[in-house]
């Protein structure tokens, strides 16, 4: 592999410029360009196919020159086969894109619409796979001392030991040729007692004094069931069984509820002492005496480790335009294209000082606001396309799109093995300023991600709008598979979840008080909620929640007006830690939930779950694993008038349960959700061995003139097992006027 490669200098450039505008102008009559990179390329070469640059910086750089020599046209750079080492994240700014306005997308539609070309391409060339690459080589293995008093004895005579590269420090991540390997992680642990934000009560012998504390890490779920944090260890007092951490936790540090989810019983462990490195794969650092340890779990012929990577970064690639961050207008960077490359090897993005931490949370901490934890990250964009990519084995998140972000796309491609998110938007904080919107993530694989930090999503749209999400096909996920959110009030306190990001200079004064989860107090908020009008539609997602508790996969919480979810099939997430497939969580209102597959999941708590004012219409919630708590289709906390319920197929377990719940917080009396507030009709119900399931509901709704349509009957599907959710002749359902869902339409897309 090629060592690391910096910028060709200034003369080098002109030369190369110069070189390519001469050979553009005699071979090139349409005058489209393209240029060449490839890992056996040189810093003195011209570019073309023949004789390729050796650095995509370098390739760049050189397009940069042909510019200001007055090529305008689209320019195309083709990477090579092989992996491309990028030890510095390269920035393409307002130089690199399109000059002049786009046309804007009609603000009621949906999605990027028809973009524009790319006027610069990062693509594979022809059938090659190239692979840019955040990691660098470890060399010079040798066999540690079998004596070592801190290794296990099982680990004895089997780790190996090797210096940390040149120009790398501390990293977080640790790859071989097959992907991320494991750091060394001790058995778990309860706290004792519980702490304050940054001190843990841990039993004896769990956390000691480690020559490489500052390396430590504690690994907790902070006394919620929706979050972990990764915390650097500060201090610690063996003796009395406590220590500190060096950043500031979520929440205070405690025991989790009797009802979360673990897989162990535990809900922290510490990460990155040799006392824990006791499996083949696993790996230790310590950055003051500059070492990496590893117990090689594919290695060569002598044991030592082999085609070891280590991260130099975690953004690779950042397109950044031009951001007035105080102010309203930005200008961002337009018209580049990414095609068929795999991004890989990237570090994760630690959590370092309460300063960088503390009020820049975006919900319960799930991600940071404007931060660099993405591979790719486009922070400024505008008709930017993401296609046919892979983004896999990294510890941070796939893509993200910061602040403005207009027209883009991310489309086939694959998000497999991430240590964070799939794909982020995420707009400014609550307040005037709404700019990122009409965006577009179709037909994408997202897979295995959340592997480290397991709170993050698959795809998450925060205080973003507009945007379709479509086709996609998720699953794996540590905790939900989609978010659409602020969740963010604007008399937040500074340090408090996303207290930083609010923008109170453009909020209005009468809304900067204390607000109630409301419909009345969210409808004076909304125009400053801008996660609204997103269409979530025709995607599949099944295995999620995997690692956390009160997870879905589907949730939408705080944010504006208008999203819908439609036409999604949502099937075997089989985890005891899911509440709901679906769920409007804490003043959502204004949400069309319509023509969604449930089946075959473990919802202990409901099927849909609609803490507001939501429309829920010609849904199927059939072959529930388990009895929900509450309701099949559960309302809750707050008042519910005027909330649709139409069309609803709702097949029972065996075990019954009930159709709807109005469900209260603990001690609350007033306020309360009531099925009368709702509009409900023309329903479809379903017991398998109970006819007078639906007898009591029945009784009281028709008594208030609802429900007068809606049967109890076996709506006859074709074939559900298989996923054919159409209705066999004579089926009520046809009947009702309910709608057919197709499953072969949902998911990813052969011709999309």
């Known amino acids: 592999m090629k060592t690391p490669l910096k910028f060709i200098k200034n003369t080098q450039v002109i030369a190369l410029g110069m070189l390519i505008l001469f050979t553009i102008s005699a071979c090139h009559t349409d005058r489209s360009t393209e240029l060449y990179v490839s890992v056996e390329g040189s810093e003195n070469a011209d570019g073309s196919l023949e004789d390729p640059f050796a650095s995509i910086h370098q390739a760049v750089a050189a397009v940069r020159e042909m510019r200001k020599n007055g090529i305008t046209e689209p320019?195309?750079?083709?990477?090579?086969?092989?992996?491309?080492?990028?030890?510095?994240?390269?920035?393409?700014?307002?130089?690199?894109?399109?000059?002049?306005?786009?046309?804007?997308?009609?603000?009621?539609?949906?999605g990027a619409g028809e973009l524009a070309p790319a006027h610069l391409t990062f693509a594979a060339y022809a059938d090659e796979k190239p692979v840019l690459s955040a990691g660098v080589p470890v060399d010079g293995w040798t066999l540690m001392d079998s004596e070592a008093t801190d290794l296990p004895k099982t680990s004895e005579g089997k780790v190996w030991v090797a210096d940390i590269p040149e120009g790398l420090n501390k990293f977080y991540t640790?790859?071989?040729?097959?992907?991320?390997?494991?750091?060394?992680?001790?058995?778990?642990?309860?706290?004792?007692?519980?702490?304050?934000?940054k001190t843990v009560y841990f039993p004896k012998g769990k956390i000691k004094n480690w020559d490489n504390l500052a390396d430590v890490e504690l690994n907790i779920r902070p006394g919620r069931a929706w979050m972990i944090n990764m915390l650097p260890l500060g201090s610690v007092d063996e003796e009395n069984g406590v220590a500190t951490t060096s950043v500031s936790a979520t929440y205070k540090i405690g025991k989790l509820a009797d009802w979360v989810h673990t897989k162990d019983g535990n809900s922290a462990w510490i990460e990155n002492t040799l006392e824990a490195l006791d499996e083949p794969g696993e790996w230790v650092i310590d950055s003051k005496k500059r070492k990496i340890y590893l117990w090689p779990k594919n290695p060569a012929a002598d044991g030592s480790p082999e085609g070891i990577l280590a991260p130099a970064i975690v953004e690779l690639v950042r397109v950044e335009g031009n951001i007035d961050y105080e102010g309203s207008?930005?200008?961002?960077?337009?018209?580049?294209?990414?095609?068929?490359?795999?991004?890989?090897?990237?570090?994760?993005?630690?959590?370092?000082?309460?300063?960088d931490q503390l009020g820049w949370g975006m919900q319960h901490d799930w991600d940071m606001f404007d931060r660099p934890t993405a591979m790719l990250r486009f922070r400024g964009a505008e008709n930017c396309v993401v296609s046919n990519c892979t983004f896999t084995n990294s510890g941070g998140t796939g893509v993200r799109f910061d602040l403005y972000a207009q027209r883009n796309k991310v489309e086939n491609s694959e998000f497999a093995h991430l240590g964070e998110a799939g794909i982020l938007l995420?707009?400014?904080?609550?307040?005037?300023?709404?700019?990122?919107?009409?965006?577009?993530?179709?037909?994408?694989?997202?897979?295995?991600?959340?592997?480290?930090?397991?709170?993050?999503?698959?795809?998450?749209?925060?205080?973003?709008?507009?945007?379709?999400?479509?086709?996609?096909?998720?699953?794996?996920?540590?905790?939900?598979?989609?978010?659409?959110?602020?969740?963010?009030?604007?008399?937040?306190?500074?340090?408090?979840?996303?207290?930083?990001?609010?923008?109170?200079h453009e909020i209005d004064t009468t809304v900067m008080k204390p607000s109630n989860e409301h419909y009345a107090d969210w409808k004076m908020r909304e125009k400053y909620n801008h996660s609204r009008h997103n269409l979530l539609e025709y995607n599949e997602i099944t295995h999620s929640v995997q690692l956390l508790s009160d997870g879905n996969c589907i949730?939408?919480?705080?944010?504006?007006?208008?999203?819908?979810?439609?036409?999604?099939?949502?099937?075997?997430?089989?985890?005891?830690s899911m509440p709901a497939p679906i769920r409007c969580d804490d003043d959502q209102h204004e949400t069309l939930i319509y023509g969604n597959i449930i089946y075959n999941n473990y919802a202990f708590s409901a099927g849909i779950a609609s803490k507001g004012v939501n429309d829920i219409v010609n849904n199927v919630i059939a072959a529930p694993r388990v009895a929900p708590r509450w309701g099949y289709i559960s309302f809750e906390w707050v008042p519910v008038t005027g909330s649709k319920v139409f069309k609803n197929i709702i097949i029972s377990h065996p075990d019954g349960g009930n159709a709807y719940a109005e469900r209260a917080r603990r001690g609350q009396t007033t306020g309360l959700p009531d099925l009368i507030q709702t509009e409900m009709d023309s329903n479809l119900y379903y017991h398998p061995t109970d006819p007078n399931w639906m007898e009591a509901h029945f009784t009281r709704m028709r008594a208030a003139g609802k429900e007068e349509a809606s049967l109890f009957a076996d709506p006859m599907f074709k074939d559900p097992a298989n996923g054919d959710f159409g209705f066999k002749e004579g089926s009520p359902?046809?009947?009702?006027?309910?709608?057919?869902?197709?499953?072969?339409?949902?998911?990813?897309?052969?011709?999309?």
């Open 75 to 110: 320019v195309t750079i083709y990477l090579r086969e092989g992996r491309h080492q990028i030890t510095e994240t390269l920035v393409l700014g307002m130089e690199d894109g399109a000059d002049g306005p786009v046309e804007a997308v009609p603000f009621e539609e949906y």
């Open 426 to 504: 995420a707009g400014y904080g609550p307040g005037t300023k709404d700019v990122n919107h009409h965006n577009e993530v179709i037909n994408n694989h997202i897979h295995h991600f959340s592997e480290i930090t397991w709170h993050s999503p698959g795809v998450w749209a925060w205080q973003s709008g507009h945007n379709r999400i479509a086709n996609n096909y998720i699953h794996h996920s540590g905790y939900s598979a989609v978010l659409i959110t602020n969740r963010i009030s604007p008399d937040r306190s500074l340090n408090g979840e996303g207290g930083r990001t609010v923008r109170r």
């Open 555 to 576: 949730y939408v919480s705080g944010a504006g007006t208008g999203n819908i979810v439609r036409y999604n099939y949502l099937h075997d997430n089989l985890e005891h």
């Open 329 to 355: 207008v930005d200008r961002p960077v337009r018209g580049i294209s990414f095609s068929g490359i795999t991004f890989s090897h990237a570090d994760r993005r630690p959590w370092v000082n309460d300063d």
């Open 174 to 197: 640790l790859y071989n040729q097959e992907g991320r390997l494991k750091r060394a992680r001790a058995e778990g642990f309860v706290p004792t007692k519980p702490g304050d934000k």
């Open 733 to 752: 359902a046809l009947k009702l006027g309910i709608e057919p869902l197709n499953v072969s339409k949902m998911g990813i897309q052969s011709e999309n």
